[in-house]
Each structure stands twice: as structure tokens, then as C-alpha cells.
């Protein structure tokens, strides 16, 4: 477990030393004026050329490198070039949202997941007919689907709110995740509040992920009902249903989860386009604004926050693949 | 049963009673009509409402709403006309150097502190330190004195004819409670200043959620007339579809300014909803790169912009959210009859230069990405052309790096469209910007012979009349082409007045705030 916790932590600091080489060089490579960006476009030359020493990007291009590695190891990640604000301070807002949402779309995959390769492996005309309305609602891009929803959910049935992760901003909690706040503080409205604003957004960014992970699922349970030890249980009387789920699920979990592992990283790609569409104040809208500023502090963080977030996603996925099936050995 | 099969249902059932309990819970929904709370969308969030780096419209709305200057432009009028707001009445020297300004008596910033002189040396001092985007405006200052609490004399370094109109401006200083600078001057209060006010403005700042919503209420000790909303919400969507969803389903009341014809076409088709197109100083201009090989000569550049149909080019990409031109500066800044442009339309002249000047030549246009204006209307143009047989396509640049490109020779396009506004509705904080190389939105850095000189003197003179000369000389130096006038946009519910006499003439979305009213 060390030695597997420890090969992690090194891949996780080679995965954000990349990331933020990359970032760098593109941002340098790039047209971007951020002192334009920052100043407004009146600026005058001497404040341009003040601002342009106060943000060091007179210096050689290593030094400024290595002055931003130097901030990061003290946990800064400079200012904000379009709000002027600490990007700390902004991602501290933004990552419990993304994160929020994440998890309630990885959930509701999961789930969706289970149910539907439990139907896939049904016979029968209902089954070919629902796997052919979730592989088509699947097949469609995450921003049509999201419209698609707010559309009937919102317009047509008024279930679910349009925008925003709460009704009432005035409030708050310890952990900015917001239903998680709702049950500490025991505002047991505020959270469902909260997850009324969640369905919508984490829905439709699951739905893609939930019908893949489901396809590899039922290949697994149905090559499951038909092995060995299927056929072991069977002459030992077992139900069928029994041997669905405590034996073939379980073995059929390993390259599903393998899968959700790698799809983690498309996932999180994806909130990007759900949260400009449902006004969700993360990691995702926050970055589509700092790309068209030429915000490099505000893309170099939300990229070493997402690169961190996808690596530590992938060794969670390890553990419970280890928990799930004891044939996998943590290295 | 398996354990295993216990799990799978006990998780099928919460996601059951999750769905259906946030399903049936109620939504916000509802009209907002009758409220004394004002719901708005802001599409997309805003930079820091600060009075001293504020330099985009979105937020001005936040910084006049909570702050007010000396002077100000008049309210819902199609010429600019300044008035009185914390001066009651003030007085200009020959020279255009001396301005004193007896003060309004009576007034309290939010803190309680009461407003006087010593006010406005101190908000002066403030703009000058944050040396933002907007702190040219007080750079000219030599001195600002008070003979008493309530009269400020300011000197000015050299003579400036704009000044009153910096003054005026919905960028101009706003006037900042001492006390509140001087108890938040770490870092010139910056970071204070994001979120917290210090003004004497009919609101005041409330909750602020980055990214999500931002809240005004009403400040109970106004000096002026009390604002007829107690509250205003802005609340931060990312894209107009949604804004329109939630508009119909009567979340929010409106949404002030966007560049959307479709999306305005389709509120109008509203009944619930009063849709608003105000006059406005944004004018968007056609550069010619003076670096590009194909504009070297000013006869092909004439030429070129006297084949193209404005009028049909600005019709087609604006729609009714703007309209053609034919003056250089924005409409009402000087007088029209000196105002017009030279190049005369000539239906003969884009085939001439198909196979002549431009024969083989393949042309760039570009614009800022988050303009649909200036997109639309850089489309219509490379269709015109090309209809001609020359060779033009479109190239969008993200905010971020449009005017370093456009700066660079080797990466500058050979055409670019900026949709601008000036700062003030005085000619020179429109000249000066677009058309001198040190202004900052003379994108490709054009010089243009003697227009500085003629600035700089117009601008110790006052006198208007040399700007129809700047207009008569930028016009035929065939290096920009006023296109057309954007129109500032609202959408309101029909349950909210007063927007007909709230807009402001020189930023084109801005609306007074206070002049808003829910319908008796």
C-alpha cells in the first residue's frame, strides 16, 4: 500500500510539473497581452509598462518559469489577470462546485450503469428497445442533451431549476459542497435544494459515461452467466439471481471500473460544456472565461487542479477495483 | 437475500426518493411581478465592481448604481448633456484649466460619513495609486483644493477641454468615503473594494457570490429621490438561451445588454416583455492595416471601401440592434454636416480591383470572438467580397489576444473590425483613442498625418469646429471606415418602467438603476 501510494504521489508530481511546463509554453507561444488583458484598453504606456514589471514578465521567460514553480510550492498561483484576483482564492470557490458536481455525475453513472446492464442481459424486445433509446441519447453531444433537459425538466415540467447551484447564495456552508453544508448545518432544505439544482447538470453528464460503462458491464455479466463457476453455483442450487449478483457482477465490476477510470478524464472535460449551459459557477465556466482573456494564472490553475483531481480520481478507482476483486494487487 | 442485491435496491430507492423529492420540491419559480426585488441576468460573470478598475459595462452597473461622481451625463437623452449629481454647480476658466465645484450638501457616503472636500482629493488620490485602465482621467491633475468643505477648486496640470467630461463619465472618479479608504488602504483597498462599497450611490452593495449572483439594496439615507426597488439581483448566466428560458418562466425580470439579433427577434415576439433598442455612441470601425501589402496605397484602400455597400452590410449583420452610418465619429459627438465621410459608394469599383490592385490577393479579416457585432459584420463583408472575386475570409481572435495580434506585423490581419464605445461623449476621447497611435484602440498603431497636432490643440481651445477637419482627414486616408451604430439592448418584463429614460448615451448597456420601477 506504501509503496502504491507512494508511486502515485510521484506520478502526480510529474503529471502537474507537465501540466504547468505545457500550460507555460502555450500561454508564451500564443498572441496573449495579459497586461492588456488586466489594465483594460485605455491603458496608458506607463501603467502598462509598470504593471508589466509588477507581474515579473520582463524578466527571461525561465525566470518568470521558475518565479511561478517558486509560488506554487507556497501555494500561489498568481493573480488573476481578468478579475485581479488571487487565483487561490478562486479556485477555492470553484473546485468544491466541480467537484460536487462530479461526484453526483460519477454516482448517477454508476448507477445507471448497474440498472441498465442488469436490463441488458434481460431477453426480450423491451430490453433491444431501451438499449436503443440510452445508446441514442448517449451517442448525442453533452450540450444538446443538457438543452434537451433544460427544455422538458424546466421549461415544459418546472422540476428542476434552469441555473446556479442554489436558490438562496445568501448562504453558505464549511465545506462549499453544498449538500454536504445543507446536512452539517442540519438545513436539511438547503441540500435538497442543492440537489434539486444538481439532477439536471449531473444527469447530463452521465448519461454518456453510465451507457458505456453499462455495455462493458453486461458483456462482463453475461460471459460471468455463462462460465465455470456459474455453472458450480447452478448445480449447487443457487438462483439465478443470485448468481447475478454475487458472483457475476462482481467479476464483471473489474474492467467496468478500469473503464470509469480512463472515462474520468473525458468526464471532467465534459462538466466544462454542462456547467456553461446550467450557469454552474466551477472550474469549468471559470476556465472558458480565462481562455478567452488570455488569463494564463487562471488556466495553469484550473489545469494543475483538474490534472490533480484526474490522477487522484484514477488511484481511487485502483483501491476499490483491489476492494472489488482480490486479484488485483495495489503496486 | 444476497447482500449484494440488498445494497443494489437500497441504492436504487434512495436515487428513487432523491430524484422524486427534489423533483417535487418546489422550484423558484413564479413571477417576479409586483416584487420590490429586481431580478437581472448578467451573461457571464464580471471583473471586480471597483470604482477605479472597472472598464467594462457589465459592471458599471454594480459601481453607478453604489457610486456617484461630481457630474454625470444625463439619463435617456440622445445628446450628451451633463449634469449635476455631488456638484451642484461648477465653473470652467478660459484656459480650460481651472475647475471649481460648489458640492451638494447633505449627502452621506454608506458609512455614515458625510461627503465634503475632502472627499474628493482623496477618491482623486485613490484612482491615481490603483493606476488602472481608467486612471488617465486624473493624471492631468496638478492640484485639488478646498477654500471650504463644500468647494473644491481642481487645477490641471496643462489645459484639457475633456475634462469635464472625464468627470461625467460612467468610467469617470467616483467619489469614495475617507474614512472607508483610509481604514482599507492596504493595497490601495483592492481587494476590499471588490466587494464592499464606499459610495453615496441610491444602492449599496450586498451579498456578492462570485461567479453566481451579485446583490444591490437600496440605501435608506439617499439624498435623492428613494430608489423604487429595494433590492436588485443579478444573477450570473452563461449563455442567453438559458437567459431566455428563465426570462419566460419568470425567474429573472430582464437582462440589459447583448449583442444578439436572433435572440432579440425573439423577445419581441414576447408579450410578457418590452424589448428596449436605445441610441448609443458604439460605433463599430473598419481598420485597414497600413503593414498589409494590399493597403499600401491610399487609392486601393479608397477604393476598396467605396465598393463595399455599407448600408446592406450593416443591415444584414446588425439587424435592428444597430444601423448604418455615414458620419466618421459617433452620431451627435459634432455636428453632422462636418461629420461625414468623403468615400462616396461606387458599385464598379471591388470588380476593378478584383482584377487589378487586388487581382491574386487573399484577405484577412478579423475580430474579437466575443463580438457578434463585429462578427457579423466582418461575415458580411468577406461575403461582399468574395461575391466580387476577392478573396477575404474571417479570422476570430479571442479578447485576450486581439490587439497584441493585430499590434504584431507578422501575425496582424490585413483588415480588422473593433465594435468600440469612447469613454465620454466628448470627440476627443473618440479620436484621440481610435485614431492616434498612442490612444490604445488604433489597433494596427495608424498615423495619420497632423490629427495629433490637431487634438492636442483642440483640446487647450475646446473649440469643436476642428473636429470636422480630424473627421474630413481620417476618412480620406481610406485607413478606417465607420460602419455603423450599435443600439444598447434590454429586455425587461412589462412589469418593469422607467427603462425609457434610464439608459445612458455613451456606455451602451448601462442603465440607471434607480430610475427603474415596478408597475403601479
Redesign the interface.
Known amino acids: 500500500m506504501v509503496r502504491f501510494i507512494v508511486r502515485r504521489f510521484v506520478s502526480l508530481v510529474v503529471v502537474l510539473f507537465s501540466l504547468s511546463v505545457l500550460v507555460f509554453v502555450l500561454q508564451r507561444v500564443?498572441?496573449?497581452?495579459?497586461v492588456?488583458?488586466?489594465?483594460?484598453?485605455?491603458?496608458?504606456?506607463a501603467?502598462i509598462a509598470?504593471t508589466r514589471i509588477r507581474f515579473g514578465l520582463d524578466k527571461p521567460l525561465i525566470v518568470q518559469y521558475f518565479d511561478y514553480l517558486g509560488g506554487l510550492f507556497h501555494g500561489d498561483l498568481g493573480m488573476s489577470?481578468?478579475?485581479?484576483?488571487p487565483v487561490a482564492v478562486?479556485l477555492a470557490?470553484?473546485v468544491p462546485a466541480t467537484l460536487e458536481l462530479a461526484a453526483w455525475v460519477l454516482f448517477?453513472a454508476v448507477?445507471l450503469a448497474?440498472?441498465l446492464a442488469g436490463i441488458y442481459t434481460l431477453k426480450g424486445p423491451v430490453s433491444g428497445v431501451i438499449r436503443f433509446v440510452f445508446f441514442s441519447f448517449a451517442s448525442a453531444p453533452s450540450f444538446l442533451l443538457a438543452?434537451l433537459m433544460?427544455?422538458f425538466f424546466?421549461?415544459q415540467l418546472?422540476?428542476?431549476?434552469?441555473?446556479?447551484?442554489i436558490?438562496d447564495?445568501?448562504g453558505g456552508g464549511p465545506t462549499g459542497f453544498y449538500v454536504l453544508d445543507g446536512l452539517l448545518t442540519g438545513n436539511l432544505a438547503y441540500s435538497?435544494?442543492a440537489?434539486?439544482h444538481?439532477?439536471l447538470p449531473a444527469l447530463a453528464a452521465s448519461l454518456g459515461l453510465g451507457v458505456a460503462l453499462a455495455r462493458v458491464l453486461a458483456d462482463g455479466l453475461s460471459s460471468g452467466m455463462a462460465s465455470n463457476y456459474a455453472r458450480t453455483a447452478r448445480s449447487l442450487a443457487e438462483t439465478e439471481?443470485?448468481i447475478l449478483?454475487?458472483h457475476s457482477?462482481?467479476n464483471a465490476s473489474s474492467p467496468a471500473l478500469s473503464m470509469l477510470g480512463v472515462l474520468s478524464g473525458a468526464m471532467l472535460s465534459s462538466l466544462v460544456v454542462v456547467?456553461?449551459?446550467?450557469?454552474w459557477?466551477g472550474l469549468g465556466?471559470?476556465l472558458s472565461?480565462a481562455?478567452?482573456?488570455?488569463?494564463f494564472p487562471a488556466v495553469a490553475g484550473v489545469s494543475l487542479v483538474l490534472g490533480a483531481v484526474y490522477v487522484i480520481l484514477t488511484a481511487i478507482v485502483d483501491v476499490v477495483l483491489a476492494l472489488v476483486d482480490p486479484r488485483v494487487k495495489l503496486t | 437475500m444476497p447482500r449484494s442485491q440488498r445494497l443494489l435496491k437500497l441504492i436504487g430507492a434512495a436515487v428513487i426518493a432523491t430524484v422524486a423529492l427534489a423533483g417535487c420540491a418546489t422550484t423558484a419559480s413564479g413571477s417576479t411581478s409586483g416584487s420590490k426585488t429586481l431580478h437581472l441576468a448578467y451573461l457571464g460573470d464580471i471583473p471586480a465592481p471597483d470604482p477605479d478598475t472597472a472598464y467594462a459595462s457589465p459592471e458599471l452597473a454594480l459601481v453607478n448604481g453604489a457610486y456617484e461622481g461630481l457630474i454625470a451625463y444625463k439619463s435617456g437623452v440622445p445628446t450628451a448633456q451633463l449634469e449635476p449629481v455631488l456638484a451642484t454647480d461648477w465653473k470652467v476658466d478660459s484656459t480650460n484649466t481651472v475647475f471649481t465645484f460648489n458640492l451638494r450638501q447633505g449627502v452621506t457616503f454608506h458609512d455614515g460619513t458625510p461627503f465634503d472636500a475632502s472627499a474628493v482629493k482623496a477618491s482623486f488620490d485613490r484612482r491615481t495609486a490603483v493606476n488602472q485602465g481608467p486612471a488617465y482621467m486624473v493624471a492631468g491633475v496638478k492640484s485639488v483644493d478646498a477654500p471650504t468643505d463644500h468647494q473644491v477648486v481642481i487645477t490641471l496640470k496643462a489645459p484639457n477641454s475633456a475634462f469635464l467630461a472625464y468627470l461625467a463619465s460612467p468610467f469617470g472618479p467616483k467619489m469614495m468615503s475617507p474614512t472607508a479608504l483610509k481604514a482599507h488602504s492596504a493595497n490601495n483597498g483592492t481587494n476590499y473594494f471588490d466587494t464592499h462599497d464606499a459610495g453615496t450611490g441610491a444602492y449599496e452593495f450586498g451579498t456578492f457570490k462570485k461567479g453566481t449572483s451579485y446583490n444591490l439594496t437600496a440605501y435608506p439615507k439617499y439624498w435623492g429621490a428613494a430608489p423604487k426597488y429595494t433590492a436588485i439581483d443579478f444573477t450570473v448566466v452563461s449563455n442567453i438561451s438559458t437567459v431566455q428560458l428563465e426570462i419566460e418562466g419568470g425567474q429573472l425580470d430582464g437582462i440589459i445588454g447583448f449583442g444578439d439579433k436572433q435572440a432579440l427577434a425573439s423577445y419581441k415576439a414576447d408579450s410578457t416583455l418590452n424589448t428596449y433598442e436605445f441610441p448609443s455612441l458604439q460605433t463599430p470601425t473598419l481598420f485597414l492595416n497600413p503593414k498589409s501589402k494590399a493597403f499600401t496605397d491610399q487609392a486601393t484602400r479608397v477604393s476598396l471601401l467605396s465598393g463595399l455597400d455599407f448600408p446592406s452590410i450593416a443591415s444584414k449583420a446588425l439587424g435592428t440592434t444597430g444601423k448604418s452610418t455615414t458620419e466618421v465619429f459617433p452620431p451627435t459627438m459634432i455636428d453632422a454636416a462636418g461629420d461625414q465621410q468623403t468615400i462616396a459608394h461606387s458599385a464598379s469599383a471591388l470588380s476593378t480591383l478584383a482584377s487589378g490592385a487586388l487581382s491574386g490577393t487573399s484577405l484577412k479579416i478579423g475580430y474579437m470572438a466575443q463580438s457578434p457585432a463585429a462578427q457579423a459584420l466582418a461575415e458580411n463583408i468577406a461575403a461582399e467580397l468574395n461575391t466580387a472575386k476577392i478573396s477575404a475570409k474571417t479570422i476570430s481572435y479571442p479578447n485576450g489576444t486581439f490587439y497584441s495580434t493585430m499590434a504584431d506585423p507578422a501575425t496582424a490581419p490585413d483588415m480588422a473590425i473593433l465594435s468600440g464605445y469612447p469613454d465620454t461623449a466628448h470627440p476627443d476621447s473618440w479620436a484621440r483613442i481610435f485614431y492616434t497611435p498612442g490612444g490604445g484602440l488604433d489597433i494596427f498603431g495608424t498615423d495619420v498625418p497632423g490629427i495629433q497636432a490637431q487634438l492636442d490643440a483642440m483640446l487647450v481651445s475646446g473649440d469643436p469646429a476642428g473636429y470636422s477637419q480630424v473627421a474630413h482627414d481620417v476618412s480620406a486616408s481610406g485607413y478606417f471606415y465607420s460602419l455603423a451604430t450599435v443600439l444598447g439592448t434590454a429586455v425587461l418584463s412589462k412589469s418593469v418602467t422607467g427603462a425609457d429614460k434610464a439608459w445612458n448615451l455613451v456606455v451602451p448597456d448601462l442603465l440607471d438603476l434607480k430610475l427603474l420601477a415596478p408597475k403601479a
Open positions: 500564443g498572441n496573449a497581452d495579459p492588456r488583458a488586466y489594465l483594460g484598453p485605455n491603458a496608458s504606456q501603467a509598470a489577470y481578468s478579475t485581479r484576483r478562486e470557490d470553484k448517477f448507477i448497474v440498472v438543452t433544460l427544455l424546466f421549461k418546472h422540476w428542476f431549476p434552469a441555473v446556479g447551484r436558490t447564495t445568501s435538497l435544494d440537489i434539486q444538481l439532477v439471481r443470485s449478483f454475487r457482477l462482481r456547467e456553461q449551459i446550467f450557469s459557477n465556466q471559470y472565461t481562455i478567452a482573456s488570455a488569463d
